[in-house]
């Protein structure tokens, strides 16, 4: 018979952060940071910490020292990966500079924080990680939180663009004739199959594209990423080659970053995010449009 406890192990194992005995590590798993790691003092002042989350949410109560970075006007201001200056400042005035450590958090299961990652590493922050489990997998770790809000001083930084981190919809539709790139669609299956068209003039699928939606990386229950062991399963079940280049794409980007973190974390070298994604390539004339299909799920 199977006992509370042992139901109850599993996940307090995964907010504790332990690796279970038979758990494949990630290939690269120095992307992430468990909040039992980051709620240690002595490590916590080696980041700069960044709440992704509403700016109400933050000023009720957040990890402690965090800073707010208004992940919204973020989301807006990178159009196609221009205007170095300003995110020069946008990204100085939160205190990060090119050699700062930085941690980013939200609630939003790692959707929003994966946003801010991919622009901080696209503009050429090197060490950028998500916080595992996110604010939930910190409340879940009973680790301190506060509603002391962080005004940092602003420091000098170069924004350097990263183009090797940028799919373009030049270089998609260069990659459907000669097939340099892999593209995987982290959109909704309904999305993909051109059932929700949202605000687009065209519904569907990018030719070839592999279909895996973002939030199947993701636990439901903690907000962490799943094990090495289930990431690699999904991929190959989706005919995804983490070995190979690829353009990961969504709406607006911000699924597309998860997607590209995942894979990342999975060991891949190769990976770019089509920011403009499908309000782009879904409203563009020169564009072509296939009815996804639905891959038999075992």
Known sequence: MTTKVGLLLPALLATLGVVRAGDDPYPRPELLIEPARLGK???ARGFVVLDAREK????????PNARWVDHAAWAKAFGHGGDAAGWAKRIGALGVGPDTKVVVYDDNSTKDAARIWWLLRYWGVEDVRLLNGGWNGWLAGKH???????????????????????ATKEQLLKSLTGGGLQIVDARSEKEFCGVEKMANKKAGAIPGAKQLEW???IDK???RFKPAADLKKLF?????????PTATHCQSGGRAAVMAFGLELMGSKDVSNYYPSWSEWGNAD????????????K
């Open 56 to 63: 109400a949410r933050y000023d009720d109560g957040h990890v």
């Open 286 to 297: 020169d564009t072509p449009v296939v009815p996804g299909k639905v891959r038999e799920k």
């Open 236 to 244: 190959a079940a989706a005919g995804i080659d983490p070995t190979k």
């Open 144 to 166: 301190p939180t506060s509603k002391e809000e962080v005004k940092p001083a602003p420091v000098a930084f170069e924004a350097k663009a990263r183009p090797d981190r940028l």
């Open 221 to 223: 229950d903690t907000q």
């Open 41 to 43: 003092a002595d490590v």
């Open 215 to 217: 939030i199947d990386l």
